[in-house]
């Protein structure tokens, strides 16, 4: 990665970490909160493309929507859509499918479909 891409890669880093925070501040209001995701994802995004790893940045966005799944409720995010798409992911290994399993366990009981519950419980004992 060039002196260029990595600059660029950490600013999109700092701009995730800065909009994650205010996410992750329950003092804000609700939409606020939401608007800040909006952004953390969108910075996520911009650094997967400016050289953060691929893994890591989607485990990141993982995280981060489970955090607005617990936090916010389903008119924030779809837990269901959620559980889809962490178990469709196949670029994650390791650390990082450990990581993303304790950050949507606790979603595991919101998501209505019962089959995709179930899939999901199972993905995420398996990785536990």
Do not use: C, I
Not at 80 to 101: F, I, P, T
């Amino acid at each position: 990665m060039s002196d260029a891409a990595a600059g660029d890669a950490n600013d999109w880093e700092w701009v995730r970490v800065l909009a994650q925070g205010r996410v992750y501040d329950e003092d804000r209001a609700p939409a606020n909160r939401l608007a800040w995701a909006a952004v953390a994802l969108a910075a996520s995004h911009g650094g997967e493309r400016s050289g953060v790893r691929r893994a890591r940045a989607v485990a990141d966005r993982f995280a981060l929507r489970a955090r607005v799944t617990r936090s916010l409720g389903a008119w924030a995010a779809d837990p269901d859509a959620l559980a889809e798409d962490v178990m469709a992911e196949d670029g994650l290994s390791g650390r990082y499918e450990k990581s993303v399993a304790r950050a949507v366990e606790p979603v595991v009981p919101r998501v209505r479909d019962e089959e995709v519950r179930e899939r999901l419980s199972g993905w995420v004992r398996a990785r536990a």
